[in-house]
């Protein structure tokens, strides 16, 4: 059987985890102690039925993980992503990065290669990591409800 390298839009797994926890948008979350672990406990929950539901077809894992982008540098900001609405507004970020970080350290222990260079967003490094895959004979898939795909990719 085929297996795949699965490389996983961090940044789109974290949303998707965090909104599905947190049903109302009009509050400010992730205030809290048990917020947080909340959230860390979604995050692992659906990492490891998606381990659960792939391992058979995936031999490998690649967590991309976004870095503040070098577009914002060169474009005015609502340029730039202007079409999205201010979700991040009422979130405590500085909560939703320690529990990223947490999270982070646990897949890392759990053998995961986490990908993340500074100043390139997930987009960029989803591209190198299938263009990386396919010139070495292997193959990938891209885990994301973004509009990314790589002619070298399957996007599910």
């Known amino acids: 059987m085929k297996r795949f390298t699965l490389i996983i839009d961090g ?20 205030e809290s102690e048990k917020d947080k672990d909340l959230f ?13 539901n792939l391992n058979p ?19 005015l900001q609502q340029e730039y992503k ?9 979130i405590n970020m500085v909560n939703f990065s320690e529990v990223i970080n ?3 350290e646990t897949l890392i222990s759990m053998g995961v290669k986490i ?3 500074d100043r390139c967003e997930g987009d960029d490094l989803i591209s190198a990591w299938s263009d990386y895959l396919f ?6 898939l891209i885990l994301s409800t973004d509009a990314i795909c790589s002619s070298n990719s399957f996007n599910v």
């Open 102 to 104: 947490n999270f982070t």
């Open 40 to 52: 860390e406990k979604k995050l692992m929950i659906e990492f490891c039925q998606l381990m659960k």
């Open 115 to 117: 990908s993340q260079v």
């Open 135 to 140: 010139n070495a004979g292997k193959s990938s």
């Open 82 to 90: 202007g079409n999205r609405r201010k979700t991040q507004d009422n």
């Open 57 to 75: 077809i995936v031999n490998d894992v690649v967590f991309v993980k976004d870095s503040h982008s070098w577009r914002k540098e060169l474009l």
């Open 11 to 30: 940044h789109n797994f974290f949303f998707r985890s965090l909104w599905s926890v947190f049903k109302q948008k009009d509050k400010k979350i992730l």
